[in-house]
């Protein structure tokens, strides 16, 4: 397990940069856990830039998943807090996203039980003002 301490949104970013230029080649899920405003969406862009260069990135809210296309392989952005559970992720078509590209899941609690072998788990904890303590484990 990696921890980096992260004091602003730039170093979230600069965090989520340095996992995708080490990212084994076989990962096909990024899950992302962290309270409202603990900065994945800031972490997410730092995974693009390196991922799929030139992409502008923003949250998935309301479309559920963004497609970023600019790199050698789609990068799909899932946010799932809206969905119920697994049922929801799967009636999507996660299976699919996870076969043609990099899937990188915000909230993904609603998955956690079926997330799949070789995964990387990001977790982000508010600890005070901007600073943000960011564990990274690969599943």
Not at 13 to 23: K, N, P, Q, S
Not at 42 to 49: E, K
Not at 51 to 58: A, F, Q
Not at 75 to 98: C, N, P, Q, T, W
Request: charge should be negative; proline fraction near 4%; aromatic fraction near 8%.
């Amino acid at each position: 397990m990696t921890e980096i301490i992260s004091h602003n949104e730039a170093e979230t970013e600069e965090a989520g940069a340095r996992l995708a230029e080490t990212i084994p080649a076989n990962v096909s899920l990024v899950a992302l856990y962290g309270e409202l405003g603990a900065g994945k969406t800031a972490f997410v862009r730092g995974l693009v830039s390196v991922l799929s260069p030139g992409s502008r990135v923003k949250s998935p809210t309301y479309t559920i998943v963004n497609e970023y296309v600019l790199g050698n392989k789609p990068v799909y952005h899932f946010d799932l807090y809206r969905l119920a559970g697994k049922e929801d992720v799967y009636s999507m078509g996660i299976e699919e996203y996870l076969a043609h590209g990099i899937c990188i899941s915000e909230w993904s609690e609603r998955f956690e039980d079926e997330l799949p072998e070789g995964s990387v788990k990001v977790m982000i904890d508010k600890l005070n003002g901007s600073t943000r303590k960011i564990l990274i484990e690969l599943n």
